[in-house]
Structures are given as structure tokens and as C-alpha cells.
């Protein structure tokens, strides 16, 4: 049982890591200017801490954005992904099942361009998760506000770093974005997000309460402007 509760808290962990770059140096702040941005988060870490302690490692996941500029200092930004955990066998009393986790995240925000080097973002975060029949799904939503700040190093190199947090969430981001073309760029980033007050419940266990978790991970991002 205590492998379901880990697996749970990993499945919590991913969706609340997949949305960690939310102004990279890709956002044309312009009427009609698009940009995509398509990766994943790698070498995620997961610790989960309340009715249930756990420390766990993520796998795979895939995200995209995409960024609309309204004018010359407003943007409005769509965030979706969808990932799994490995397949598990898992020993639930006298029998062993095998299933995976599945998390959906979605994040709409706003941004604002203070100046050239900040942005202002506020947005509305929900995930829905799951993990076959042994966990209830649970869900989280939250309004988040915050700020990203960029510095151009040179012509191919603009180091950014983000600050975001809301009721029960909270995110801290730096990485690097490379311009390999006049509208791609390739951004990396380490961040680390805390989510308090998760629901936990897994009825075969009886078990029903509240999670605090701790997200750290690199993401890997493809930017392009269409």
C-alpha cells in the first residue's frame, strides 16, 4: 500500500511541474504574433508530506503553449499537457494490480509587459488526476500571480527566472533560452513548485486526508514563432 501512496504523490507531483515556464524570452507581445512552445519535464523529483510521507522520482511528460500578443504590452496564454507515470504492479491486500497514473493539466493566463526585461502574469491553474480505480480522482485549481524577468547575455543567450504563487501554490523558475534562428529558440529551466492542501483519498486503504508537495525538475522547450 504504501507503493499506491507513492505513485499517487508522484502523479500529483507531475501535473503540478508541467506548467513551469509561463513568459519564456519567446513572447512577441504584438497584435496577432504567435509562438508555440512543445517539450517536456525531465529528471522530475517528487516529495509529498501530511496524512501520508513520500519521496518519488517522475518519468515522462509532454506540454505545449501557445501565446497570442493582443497588442504591444498584452498577451493571452493557453498551457495543456498529459502525462503518465510507468506501468506498476502494485500489491492491494491479497491481489496485485498494474495500471499507471495520468495527469491533464490546463493553465490560461495573462501577461503584461511592464518593460522589456519584465512581465506581470496572472492565470487560472487546473489539473485533473487520476490513477486507475485505487485513488479517487482529485483535482486543483487555483488563481496565480507573479512575475518574469529576462537578461539578454549576448545575441543568442537570455538568461530568465520566474516568480509565481497563489493560495496553496507557489513556484520559483530560472533557466536559459538559446536563439538558434530568427524564430526558434530552445529554452531549459530548473524550477521548484509547492502545492499545499491536495486531497488524498484511496478507499481500498481507508485513507483520507490532505498532502503537502515539493515539485523540482528541468524542462526542455522548443519556442517558435509562427
Known amino acids: 500500500m504504501r507503493k499506491l501512496i507513492a505513485l499517487f504523490t508522484l502523479t500529483t507531483g507531475l501535473f503540478m511541474t508541467t506548467s513551469i515556464v509561463y513568459a519564456s524570452p519567446v513572447t512577441e507581445f504584438e497584435k496577432g504574433a ?12 517528487v516529495s509529498g508530506r501530511g496524512k501520508v510521507s513520500a519521496d518519488v522520482v517522475g518519468d515522462f511528460g509532454f506540454k505545449a503553449t501557445a501565446t497570442a500578443g493582443v497588442n504591444d504590452r498584452f498577451a493571452v496564454q493557453f498551457k495543456h499537457g498529459m502525462f503518465k507515470s510507468e506501468r506498476t504492479t502494485i500489491p492491494v491486500g491479497p491481489i496485485s494490480m498494474t495500471s499507471y497514473a495520468k495527469a491533464e493539466p490546463s493553465d490560461l493566463n495573462f501577461l503584461y509587459k511592464v518593460n522589456p526585461n519584465l512581465t506581470f502574469i496572472t492565470g487560472y491553474e487546473y489539473t485533473k488526476i487520476s490513477y486507475g480505480d485505487f485513488v479517487s480522482s482529485a483535482s486543483k485549481s487555483a488563481l496565480h500571480f507573479g512575475f518574469t524577468g529576462t537578461h539578454k547575455l549576448n545575441d543568442n543567450y537570455t538568461l530568465f527566472a520566474t516568480l ?20 526558434t529558440t530552445f529554452n531549459v529551466s530548473y524550477a521548484e513548485r509547492k502545492v499545499k492542501d491536495v486531497d488524498l483519498k484511496v478507499p481500498g486503504a481507508h485513507i483520507t486526508g490532505k498532502e503537502n508537495y515539493t515539485m523540482k525538475g528541468i524542462s526542455c522547450l522548443f519556442a517558435f514563432k509562427l
Open 34 to 45: 504567435i509562438s508555440v512552445e512543445i517539450g517536456s519535464t525531465l529528471d522530475s523529483k
Open 164 to 183: 509565481l504563487g497563489g493560495k496553496d501554490v507557489s513556484l520559483k523558475e530560472i533557466g536559459v533560452s538559446y536563439k538558434m534562428s530568427k524564430s
